[in-house]
């Protein structure tokens, strides 16, 4: 419902946006690679390699999730809209425990990006 103090000619002539993902997992790392810049890429200087592999896997991840809208229903029991803010929040986690650990806490990493950012919904 419109606003009362809010005119509305403005609304129904205005340019209305969105914002969609695209189709297939391909195009979908190639927009995360597209928006992501090379300071990301280098933003890691205690663990590189790991980093960019990680960051990999976890675009790949997020394609994967992103692209699970088109099956509908089946392996999952409610709809979720995933965003770029998921796999920025999962990228700066993924972040820091690289940069503060000594070794890769695969079972922390497992549960806050599995379980927290993508799956408390």
């Known amino acids: 419902m419109p606003s009362p103090v809010f005119p509305v000619p403005v609304l129904q002539n205005g340019i209305k946006l969105t914002n969609e993902p695209p189709k297939g997992v391909k195009a ?62 999962s990228s700066s986690t993924l972040r820091m425990f690289l940069t503060e650990q000594e070794q890769i806490p695969w079972a922390a990493l497992e549960y806050v990006v599995g379980h927290v950012n993508y799956g408390g919904r």
């Not at 992501?36 to 933003?43: A, D, K, Y």
């Open 28 to 89: 979908n790392i190639g927009r995360t690679y597209n928006d992501t810049g090379e300071e990301v890429l280098e933003s890691c200087s205690a663990k590189p390699s790991e980093w960019r592999r990680l960051l990999f896997a976890l675009s790949f991840f997020h394609a994967v999730v992103q692209e699970r809208r088109k099956f509908g229903p089946l392996g999952w029991n409610i709809k979720y809209e995933f965003n770029n803010s998921d796999l920025e929040c």
